[in-house]
């Protein structure tokens, strides 16, 4: 069959299925001719055929509905029949008339004004006029003349008639039996059809979507009134259940209390995590590669594929009157959303594959079509099983209509009408139902301002809490810092030098320091730590080091051993004079150490003759009390509770100096929000030396490479990490496990080799053995899970292989990256990803685009959120629900104001500052801060 005519039969059907709704395209039938006349004109059907369609399809939705499937039925008739005459034409001798059924004349609407027959348009394959045949040589049998284009019964061209009435005082109606197409057996699948989203085919083939039809969509400049059905108490206040909305029984406001949805403020902050705009939705002809888009469409057709591990992924045709685009999803569990004739909303990513446009499904939803004609732009919020978009809006518009605009501003008049913000009872209506876009930004703005407002409110709280301490000034001279420097065993960095100066000016003062000193992998922050550590001991205090894992406290101890027991002291004439420090006043504390060794080291610390103290969760056990606290060191500090943290802060009788490390570098916008009661230090420069690391991405089918380039590497002489996902494999999960994939490797890849395992499920005993073989050379290769994250130094692995690399963070692959390049050889990070898509996903090109931390830090925050970066910092902290902290206008913002308050009004105690404290109240829920 000829496509243009195959398609519209096709279209025709679907009719069929919807029940003769005028729902086959997407605006009613006729929106089919803005392309599918100009296609058929294209393949050269015979003008006054596509005239007598055209007319009939215009006229379809005045039909009333119970004259409707006859006209379908008719329409069925004639597409096959001028698809047949087509054919013959096209073959060159017709076929033989059979004789025309007699079947009743139809009753039909009066005809519209007849108009003449529109003549074919040139193409570049008919440059000129299609002319009729001079002769009967040429065209041994023409195909008959019509006078007019006026409506009358087409005879069918098979004896029997495709559609039949035969009870018309019923109206009970039989559907047109299905034709297979020309060439094609009744029985025989269908082929996929041509997919076509505006662009042409790569081949050359011509698509018969190729002319650019008119957009469906609605455009509407506003958008209709929010309608909303009336609650059942609309008087209530925002404390009251949920049940007091209209569609709320016991047994749904039960599937709301999972979303942590129990009263109207909850439902009312609970605002949408991303939108559709209906009034601009992107049409298929009109997708462009790479961009975001949301696609409203008719599901043509589904098909289920099996591929890897027998996994399943779904082939979903859609069609949206403007033409077809086909959409891998790669969750099975959709099919049952995805049923064919189905109209849906997807969002996601246009993409390219095989030549062809594509979208990358984020979410799929079933068309709510009252908000479609509403031409809004339509909220989507998260949700769990037993609640669905459209039970959600309803709750929520009767929120926006009833309650929202009535709610008091917690910002003073004076600080809204200063800062141009939205009114807050305005704000909360347009977050869930915006009139515009620009309303949506001015709302999502407000909101955010609230939440910054209080937590910058809250961040210096805790600062002036913490300044408000008594502290200890542990000064020392400036001979004394210059020979300890010099006898360091390497030259500092000038980023190294400026972190000591803030530090030893800190700690001369009587106000506890309270300093973030944050450095990339390898920058240095050890040895500004040990210099700190050693002032205070110089100073007649004590030092202790607080570390997450007992690998890395023994790594700091020895580091820490070395570096203070090299120190030179001045004297008391002012001369600098060498006295060593004994190794009995540095020592290490951990769960593991020995009895009578824990013994005499909290001996020591009560007494004062241990200085320095390295060690993990040890050190805030009961037993261990100091004599003079002076220095808390803790690394890597979000992985502490606040508790941890807060209980060796107390071991001091005065408030200690707090120095906290991490080597997760902070962007910029969360150390000025969440970070801004810290003072910072950042340590922007490698030591010289440092080897840079070469990173590759390597696809699941190209993971036998990899492990041939380890292989060459182990055979020059130097180690290699391979890290995996999960610790043993899982039924949920597809990912790679250490623990089978260290016996397959041992096995079958690198029988030669000797492999080590590490995990966090081994005992600290088993993981320390296994980690200082590793170091003293006796594995050649180390299969961990992410346990090796942080901190372990091995100088002479030069390669990490990383499995499954795309299911860590980008700041944690950073980190494994880390792992390697801390000796003289060339080191390389391999990133083999397990994802069926073929391209990278944007956290592994950026880690193969730079090895800067920071700019790293900002593209995760970015692409992630803080979560990573936050850690169990606020335990009070409830979250940001409009903010994001990569917003460094609107955090500058509200920090302005907030230290304008800070000054005026502390406490918030004035009338017109209830609002405020409020807010910040709810916000930090008090008294669970950390000020650490």
């Not at 299609?130 to 041994?140: G, H, K, Q």
């Not at 109606?173 to 662009?199: C, D, I, K, M, Y």
């Not at 000025?672 to 030396?689: A, H, N, Q, R």
């Not at 999960?733 to 966090?760: C, Y």
């Amino acid at each position: 069959m000829l496509p243009s005519l195959e398609q519209l039969q096709k279209i025709l059907n679907t009719e069929i299925s919807q029940k003769y709704n005028n729902r086959a395209v997407i605006g009613g039938l006729p929106k089919v001719l803005a392309f599918w006349e100009a296609n058929a004109r294209r393949e050269q059907i015979n003008p006054e055929a596509i005239a007598d369609l055209v007319i009939r399809i215009k006229a379809y939705p005045e039909l009333p509905p119970d004259k409707r499937p006859l006209a379908i039925a008719e329409l069925l008739d004639l597409v096959q029949s001028t698809n047949d005459k087509e054919m013959a034409r096209r073959r060159g001798s017709a076929p033989a008339k059979p004789a025309p059924t007699p079947r009743p004349q139809p009753q039909r609407p009066p005809a519209p004004p007849q108009r003449p027959a529109a003549q074919p348009r040139p193409t570049p394959r008919q440059t000129q006029p299609e002319r009729p045949p001079t002769s009967a040589a040429r065209e041994p049998n023409p195909p008959p003349q019509f006078a007019s284009p006026k409506l009358r019964p087409v005879p069918p061209p098979a004896p029997k008639p495709a559609f039949t009435q035969e009870a018309p005082a019923s109206g009970e109606l039989r559907a047109p039996e299905t034709r297979a197409p020309e060439g094609r057996a009744a029985n025989e699948p269908r082929t996929p059809v041509e997919h076509s989203h505006g662009r042409g085919s790569n081949s050359g083939e011509r698509s018969s979507f190729a002319i650019e039809p008119l957009d469906p969509r609605p455009r509407k400049t506003t958008p209709r009134p929010l309608k909303s059905l009336e609650p059942v108490d609309p008087n209530a206040p925002l404390d009251a259940p949920i049940t007091v909305l209209k569609g709320v029984g016991p047994e749904t406001a039960k599937d709301y209390e999972r979303l942590e949805i129990r009263t109207l403020r909850d439902l009312l902050l609970y605002f949408p995590r991303r939108y559709d705009n209906y009034s601009k939705m992107k049409t298929i002809n009109r997708l462009e590669y790479g961009e975001e888009c949301t696609l409203i469409a008719t599901v043509w057709e589904v098909r289920e594929r099996k591929f890897r591990a027998n996994r399943a992924m779904l082939k979903v045709v859609l069609s949206d009157g403007t033409g077809m685009i086909e959409v891998t999803e790669f969750n099975p569990y959709r099919k049952q959303l995805l049923q064919p004739q189905r109209q849906v909303v997807v969002s996601g990513r246009v993409d390219q594959y095989l030549g062809r446009l594509t979208i990358v499904p984020r979410e799929w939803e079933r068309l709510d079509v009252e908000l479609l004609n509403t031409g809004r732009i339509v909220p989507v919020y998260s949700l769990t099983e037993g609640i669905y978009q459209r039970s959600m809006r309803s709750l929520t518009s009767q929120l926006v209509n009833y309650w929202a605009r009535k709610q008091p501003d917690p910002l003073p008049a004076e600080m809204v009408a200063r800062t141009s913000l939205l009114a807050y009872g305005e704000a909360l209506a347009q977050i869930h139902f915006p009139d515009n876009e620009s309303q949506l930004e001015a709302a999502q703005h407000r909101l955010a301002f609230n939440e910054l407002l209080a937590l910058q409110i809250g961040v210096l709280r805790q600062r002036r809490q913490w300044q408000s301490a008594q502290g200890q000034a542990l000064p020392v001279d400036d001979a004394w810092l210059m020979t300890f420097t010099n006898n360091l065993p390497y030259k500092l960095t000038n980023a190294q030098i400026r972190a000591l100066a803030d530090v030893r000016a800190d700690m001369s003062r009587p106000v506890p320091m309270n300093r973030l000193l944050q450095g990339d992998v390898g920058s240095g922050k050890t040895v500004v730590a040990a210099v700190a550590m050693a002032q205070a001991v110089q100073a007649g205090a004590q030092a202790a080091l607080m570390v997450p894992t007992s690998i890395l406290a023994e790594q700091h101890f020895n580091t820490i051993s070395k570096l203070l027991s090299e120190e030179s002291q001045v004297s008391g004439d002012g001369e600098p004079a060498p006295i060593p420090r004994p190794p009995s006043s540095i020592r290490l504390l951990q769960g593991s150490t020995p009895k009578a060794e824990k013994d005499e080291i909290y001996a020591g610390l009560r007494s004062g003759e241990v200085k320095v103290v390295v060690g993990t969760h040890a050190l805030i056990e009961s037993p261990v009390e100091f004599a003079n606290l002076g220095l808390v060191v803790i690394d890597e500090q979000h992985r502490f509770g606040v508790a941890q943290r807060a209980a060796l802060r107390g071991k001091g009788a005065a408030a200690p100096h707090l120095l906290v490390m991490t080597a997760t570098p902070i962007p910029r916008t969360l150390a000025l929000s969440v970070y801004g009661d810290l003072d910072l230090s950042i340590l922007d420069e490698m030591p010289p030396g440092r080897q840079p690391i070469t990173t590759h991405i390597l696809h699941a089918n190209e993971r036998e490479r990899g492990y041939a380039f380890v292989r060459r590497e182990v055979q020059k002489g130097r180690q290699a990490f391979l890290i995996f996902p999960l610790v043993e494999e899982s039924e949920k999960s597809e990912a790679k496990a250490a623990v089978e994939e260290h016996a397959r490797l041992q096995k079958e890849v690198f029988p030669e080799l000797k492999l080590g395992l590490l995990h966090g499920r081994m005992k600290t005993d088993e993981k320390d053995e296994v980690m200082q073989k590793f170091r003293a050379g006796e594995f050649h290769i180390l299969v961990s899970t992410s346990v090796v994250e942080v901190g372990v130094d091995v100088p002479n692995a030069s390669v990490i292989l990383i499995d499954g690399a795309n299911r860590f963070g980008l700041s944690q692959l950073h980190q494994f990256r880390g792992r390697v390049g801390r000796g003289e050889h060339a080191s390389y990070c391999l990133l083999v990803s397990d994802s069926p898509r073929p391209e990278p996903d944007e956290r592994l090109k950026a880690m193969e685009a730079t090895q800067d931390g920071f700019k790293l830090a900002e593209k995760d925050l970015e692409l992630r959120g803080p979560g990573d970066f936050l850690g169990t910092r606020q335990s009070g902290f409830v979250g940001l629900r409009t903010a994001r902290l990569s917003d460094l206008k609107t955090i500058e913002k509200a920090r302005r104001e907030a230290l304008a308050l800070f000054e005026r009004d502390p406490e918030l105690a004035l009338p017109e500052h209830s609002g405020i404290a409020e807010l910040v109240n709810k916000f930090w829920q008090v008294g669970a801060g950390d000020v650490s």
